[in-house]
T-cell receptor, first 118, second 112 residues
Framework: GAVVSQHPSWVICKSGTSVKIECRSL??????MFWYRQFPKQSLMLMAT?????????EQGVEKDKFLINHASLTLSTLTVTSAHPEDSSFYIC??????????????FGNGTRLTVT | KQEVTQIPAALSVPEGENLVLNCSFT??????LQWFRQDPGKGLTSLLL?????REQTSGRLNASLDKSSGRSTLYIAASQPGDSATYLC???????????FGTGTRLKVLA
């Protein structure tokens, strides 16, 4: 089945540094990937839609200069949290849509990245 | 704007019980609705996807129903087991987009 790999699974960084999270589709090509964040005991909030070869589309309220998204190939999207602050500590999850999928095909999710900013 | 609510927020039951988890959404213009399972600190596992034209889907002990016009979906878990303990999320997909909107989740604990 379709597998989405996220790396790292957890990361601790100091305030002011940048952190890059990778999302890879291992056995399929993904034209579109989605980035979500999840605070403790809350649901997933969509941050941005990442399209291969073009600029990401950010949801309202998400700072595009803080959360840099790059989707350079059909199997890799990256989210970089720049100048991280403690309030950026969260669980980040990506999902991917297969190239030939329809709107009635399920999305495939990664296992998430736990980011802690100290 | 689509809003998704899940009831109950938390549920604790003894092993073997049949369960019903509820999901309601405000905008019925959807392509499909997915139910997911999330274990603590983990990503999401897709359980069932119901297309907007369908009324229900079944997979093993799981059965999901959809009443699009009333904005409701239910997930039925038969003969619950401790391994079913997790958070269950429902997510409708609005027409023309893959932007699933997630519900608040139901945290299920099945006691041995």
């Amino acid at each position: 089945g379709a597998v989405v790999s996220q790396h790292p699974s957890w990361v601790i960084c100091k305030s002011g540094t940048s952190v890059k999270i990778e999302c890879r589709s291992l056995d399929f090509q993904a034209t579109t990937m989605f980035w979500y964040r999840q605070f403790p005991k809350q649901s997933l909030m969509l941050m941005a839609t990442s399209n291969e070869g073009s600029k990401a589309t950010y949801e309202q309220g998400v700072e595009k200069d803080k959360f840099l998204i790059n989707h350079a190939s059909l199997t890799l999207s990256t989210l970089t949290v720049t100048s991280a602050h403690p309030e950026d500590s969260s669980f980040y999850i990506c999902s991917a849509r297969e190239v030939l999928s329809t709107y009635n095909s399920p999305l495939h999710f990664g296992n998430g990245t736990r980011l802690t900013v100290t | 704007k689509q809003e998704v609510t899940q009831i109950p927020a938390a549920l604790s039951v003894p092993e073997g019980e049949n369960l019903v988890l509820n999901c309601s959404f405000t905008d019925s213009a959807i392509y499909n609705l997915q139910w997911f399972r999330q274990d603590p600190g983990k990503g999401l596992t897709s359980l069932l996807l119901i297309q907007s034209s369908q009324r229900e889907q079944t997979s093993g002990r799981l059965n999901a129903s959809l009443d699009k016009s009333s904005g409701r979906s239910t997930l039925y878990i038969a003969a619950s087991q401790p391994g079913d303990s997790a958070t269950y999320l429902c997510a409708p997909a609005p027409l023309g987009t893959y932007k699933y909107i997630f519900g608040t989740g139901t945290r299920l604990k099945v006691l041995a």
